[in-house]
Nanobody, 120 residues
């Protein structure tokens, strides 16, 4: 499966953004989908994942971010509200057929990343 992330940009603290990740290929609904992010000089970290209809969030994302998917459009979204400067990072979407949903190295496919910059 190929993944194409989009929706990043420059926003101010407190603003919202919605990231999209469009998948090509078959059986999108069979994949667990995740969002990760990587800030400059830091390791890539888990943000959110969706397995069927069950969602999982990093502590930093809980209450502010929402992951959801539209299987008919083969797209997964990350709605980000109340953005903070520490949310600044390149955001990546990823897909896995199985595995731990929070582990970077257990995802099989990755999108190219979309940059989110939050100014204070």
């Amino acid at each position: 499966v190929q993944l194409q992330a989009s929706g990043g940009g420059l926003v101010q603290a407190g603003d919202s953004l919605r990231l999209s990740c469009a998948a090509s290929g078959r059986a999108f609904s069979a994949y667990n989908m995740g969002w990760f992010r990587q800030a400059p000089g830091k390791e890539r970290e888990f943000v959110a994942a969706i397995r069927r209809s069950t969602t999982y969030y990093a502590n930093s994302a809980k209450g502010r971010f929402t992951i959801y998917r539209d299987n008919a459009k083969a797209t997964v979204y990350l709605q980000m509200n109340s953005l903070k400067p520490e949310d600044t990072a390149v955001y990546y979407c990823a897909a896995q057929l199985s595995g731990n949903w929070y582990r970077v190295n257990e995802y099989d496919y990755w999108g190219q990343g979309t940059l989110v910059t939050v100014s204070s």
